[in-house]
Nanobody
Framework: QVQLTESGPGLVKPSETLSLTCTVS??????????WSWIRQPPGKGREWMGA???????YYSPSFKSRTSISRDTSENQITLQLISVTPEDTGVYYC????????????????WGQGTQVTVSS
């Protein structure tokens, strides 16, 4: 069974760049037809899809995050990374990576496996 471990700095200052890493075990990020997404949950709100990278390395972004987000991968390490630039306190929340083989990859209900997530707080 796939296991996902998200990691990151925990605390980021406003206007800085947030960098997160998702380490995948029990599966490969190049497995055919899978999308590997970053999804976040602000406090008191629902989960929101930010973007994804698919098995071929093609990336997809939510319009809400496209101008500030970059998703990449390291196939040798089986890792997915997220960079979010110019963060504000509104970017505070728990960040998850998760895989799906559904074409409805923007719908967070299509994800069955989740890591524990990593808490990100944006504060000066």
């Amino acid at each position: 069974q796939v296991q996902l471990t998200e990691s990151g700095p925990g605390l980021v200052k406003p206007s800085e760049t947030l960098s997160l890493t998702c380490t995948v075990s029990g599966g490969t990020i190049t497995a055919n037809f899978y999308y590997w997404s970053w999804i976040r949950q602000p406090p008191g709100k629902g989960r929101e899809w930010m973007g994804a990278i698919d098995y071929s390395g093609k990336t997809y972004y939510s319009p809400s995050f496209k101008s500030r987000t970059s998703i990449s991968r390291d196939t040798s390490e089986n890792q997915i990374t997220l960079q979010l630039i110019s963060v504000t306190p509104e970017d505070t929340g728990v960040y998850y990576c998760a895989p799906t083989n559904s074409y409805e990859y923007t719908d967070v209900r299509e994800y069955a496996f989740w890591g524990q997530g990593t808490q990100v707080t944006v504060s000066s």
